[in-house]
């Protein structure tokens, strides 16, 4: 479960790396599937080019 911190300190990343990456969309946040104390940030970048895969 993740706790009000933690989903304050996503935000203020993300609000952070949005200035830098304007492109950049959040999509999520969840715990880790092998250790719940670890959160991923699910986010996506609309600009990607197929080259890049």
Known sequence: MINFKQKELV???FKEMKEKFPETEF????????????LWINILERNIRVAEF
């Open 11 to 13: 935000r203020n990343f």
């Open 27 to 38: 999509v999520s946040v969840t715990e880790g599937p092998e250790n719940p104390a670890d």
